[in-house]
């Protein structure tokens, strides 16, 4: 895959209005997100007060990913300094657009094992979840962190690509 290409798809290249057709795209995907206990009755707005829904991972096309490569320092989950503008754009963006749930899905490159790399992206994508909450007043309630360490790589032909270690977002509904 063309370095141009994956540069491309990261919010500090994709304009508001892209980011904003990006979303609107995702949201005629036409997922559905399913109660932890697997019923659809009226229960399970309760049991998500107290324990959250799970949503699977469904990739979407490169073409229509919102991916941020934030860096982190090594073995770290904090977020950077340097690193909190890339965040600006799709901030004004998920505060202006009318989707109902954002899910954030942290990813690592190969390095590591898998169950670390898994723990480690979620880390990161909670953090992100934090920050967009804490210091662009996104809705907490709005916002899924999921971590999905090296299973799902941006660039599947080097599997330890920088390309690989991203915060995806994905508009759910």
């Known amino acids: 895959m063309p370095l141009t290409f994956a540069a ?10 892209e980011i904003t057709q990006a ?16 019923t659809g009755t009226d229960t399970a707005t309760e049991t998500a007060a107290v324990q959250p829904a799970q949503t699977t991972y469904s990739q979407v096309d490169k073409a229509d990913q919102v991916n941020i490569k934030i860096k982190f320092d090594f073995d770290s989950a904090s977020l950077r300094d340097d690193q909190k503008s890339k965040l600006d754009t799709l901030c004004q963006v998920m505060n202006a657009v009318d989707v109902k749930l954002f899910q954030i899905v942290g990813h690592t490159d190969s390095s ?14 909670q953090e992100v979840k934090r920050h967009l909450v804490n210091e662009c007043a996104v809705d907490e309630n709005r916002l899924e962190a999921i971590g999905l360490g090296e299973s799902a790589p941006f660039d599947a032909s080097d599997p330890r690509s920088d390309d690989n270690r991203r915060v995806e977002f994905q508009a759910l509904g």
């Not at 670390?116 to 994508?125: G, K, T």
Request: hydrophobic residues 35%; charged residues 20%.
């Open 8 to 17: 491309a798809q990261t919010t500090s290249e994709m304009t508001a209005e």
């Open 23 to 38: 979303f609107e795209k995702q949201k005629t995907r036409g997922l559905v997100l399913v109660p932890a206990d697997g």
């Open 112 to 125: 590591g094992s898998a169950s670390y790399n898994e723990n480690l992206s979620l880390l990161r994508a």
